[in-house]
Each structure stands twice: as structure tokens, then as C-alpha cells.
């Protein structure tokens, strides 16, 4: 069975987020994720890490302004410099966190904004992005998010338009971040879809849909597509990024009948 990592974002929302890397460890998860780590000092959440011998997998750059509705700023050009310290911020976090992924959120794209300026500048950006993070062995993802339902206008909503804006980034360390939930909303045919774009993901997240609740609460079918990951030899982290329906341990049963 995949390698599942918890959301510490989503999941355990009953408790006060640093007391959420305890209760994901003794649930069984290994490897941990939230949104972002910057409004807490990186001591103390290496201590978490470290207490519970818990791998960070990823977090994602500076979004903008989360709370003024900002999704991003990968594709906004007069934000090329906030970009840029964006990166430098994660960097230290991540050295700190021994954390290998980052992901970057393209953003959503003004209605005046052209398009093409808008594309060129996201691909400038992860090419930045990316040169400044090899030296430290860290990937860079980019996430296709859905348009119809969470993030309306956002600028990659799907695997396609996200894998062309990486083949023109053209470099290495750049991978998809392939969420379960979002591709469902967006393009369904999953399975069929991870075959294809397989080589190029480097990090997984998952939902059930529609609702964002654990698996079975939807129309996906986890047991079938989890064997099937298993099938195509991925071997990275997939990452519980859901809104428990109840309490989150009681929500679990997918990963207990899958360990
Ligand atoms: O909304 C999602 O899906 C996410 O993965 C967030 O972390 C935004 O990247
Ligand atoms: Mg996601």
C-alpha cells in the first residue's frame, strides 16, 4: 500500500494545530504535511517532527494574502519579487524541517490579466524557483486545483495545463502535484490519468468527492486506485488532505484496512 501522509491542515481540526503532529503519529501516519509553517517558529515544529519521528513531506511557498482570498502569486507579474522572497522563506523552513517538497501554487489569474503574460511569467518563476531550490536536493510541485467548486479562476486546473507550463519551466527538480480530489471535479478517468502522467508527479493528495470528506464518503474508489499506484510502482508520499466528516481518528478506516 502507498506511503499515506496527514494534512495537518485539514485533518485533526478538533485540536490546536501543534498538537496535531502527536495525534497523526499515533495513528499510525509517518509522514506529516500542512499548508504553510511560516506564522510558527521552525524550532517548534522540528521538535514535533523530531518527537514523533515524523517526516515533513511538503508544505507549500508563501500563497500572497491567504486571508484576503489570494491563492498564489506564481502567475502574477507585478509580484515577481514577493515571489522571490516567497522561495528564500520556504528555503529556510525547509532546511530546517529536512523538508525535500515544496509546492508552489500558480494563483488565480486577474480578469484583465492576458494570459500569456500570465504563463510566462508562472514558467519564469519555476524556473527561478526551482535553480534556487537544487542545491538543496528539494522538488518543486505544482498543483492543479479545480476551477468548478474550490478555487474559481484559479490558473492550473488541470494535470494538461500544468504539465505544458512545466515542460516549458524545463527543469529537473519541477514535478505535478497530483491531487486525487481535484482531478476528479475536473477530469475524472483517474486511474487512466495516473498511468499517463505517472513519471511525472511527485506528490499525491486525496479526497473523496464531492464533499472533500475521507474515502468513502464519495464516488471514488480509494481500495481500487490505491492498488493501483501500488501496481504502477509509485513509491512517493500520498497525502490525507480531507475534511473529516467527524472526529479524525474515526475517519481512518481506510488507512487501517490498508496497513
Ligand atoms: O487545496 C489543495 O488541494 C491544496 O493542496 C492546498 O495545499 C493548496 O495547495
Ligand atoms: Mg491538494
Known amino acids: 500500500m502507498p506511503r499515506f501522509a496527514a494534512n495537518l491542515t485539514l485533518l485533526y481540526p478538533e485540536l ?3 498538537d496535531r503532529f502527536e495525534a497523526a503519529a499515533s495513528d ?6 500542512y499548508l504553510f509553517p511560516y506564522e510558527w517558529p521552525a524550532h517548534e515544529l522540528q521538535t514535533r517532527l523530531k518527537d514523533r519521528h515524523l517526516t515533513q513531506v511538503l508544505f507549500n511557498l508563501p500563497p500572497g494574502d491567504w486571508a484576503a482570498g489570494e491563492r498564489g502569486i506564481g502567475c ?11 522561495v528564500g522563506r520556504a528555503l529556510e523552513y525547509a532546511r530546517a524541517l529536512e523538508c525535500t517538497r515544496l509546492n508552489c501554487l500558480a ?3 486577474p480578469v484583465g490579466l492576458d494570459e500569456g503574460v500570465a504563463r510566462d511569467t508562472l514558467v519564469a518563476n519555476l524556473r527561478w524557483a526551482a535553480q534556487q531550490l537544487a542545491p538543496a536536493g528539494i522538488t518543486l510541485t505544482v498543483e492543479a486545483i479545480n476551477s468548478r467548486v474550490d478555487m474559481p479562476g484559479f ?3 488541470t494535470a494538461e495545463k500544468t504539465l505544458d507550463v512545466l515542460a516549458a519551466a524545463d527543469e529537473p527538480n519541477l514535478a505535478l502535484q497530483y491531487d486525487l480530489y481535484h482531478m476528479q471535479i475536473m477530469s ?10 505517472l513519471s511525472f508527479i511527485g506528490h499525491i493528495q486525496f ?4 464533499g472533500r470528506h475521507e474515502p468513502g464518503t464519495g464516488e471514488i474508489n480509494f481500495d481500487r486506485i490505491f492498488s493501483a499506484l501500488d501496481e504502477m510502482g509509485y513509491s512517493g508520499w500520498v497525502s490525507a488532505e480531507y475534511h ?7 475517519s481512518l478506516s481506510w488507512l487501517g484496512a490498508s496497513s
Do not use: M
Open 16 to 18: 490546536p494545530f501543534l
Open 28 to 33: 499510525g501516519f509517518r509522514g506529516v504535511e
Open 76 to 86: 502574477l507579474p507585478d509580484r515577481v519579487e514577493e515571489f522571490r522572497d516567497g
Open 107 to 109: 494563483g488565480v489569474k
Open 155 to 157: 490558473f492550473l486546473d
Open 188 to 197: 475524472g478517468d483517474l486511474i487512466r490519468s495516473l498511468q499517463r502522467y
Open 207 to 210: 479526497a473523496d468527492n464531492p
Open 244 to 250: 473529516p466528516s467527524g472526529a479524525t481518528s474515526a
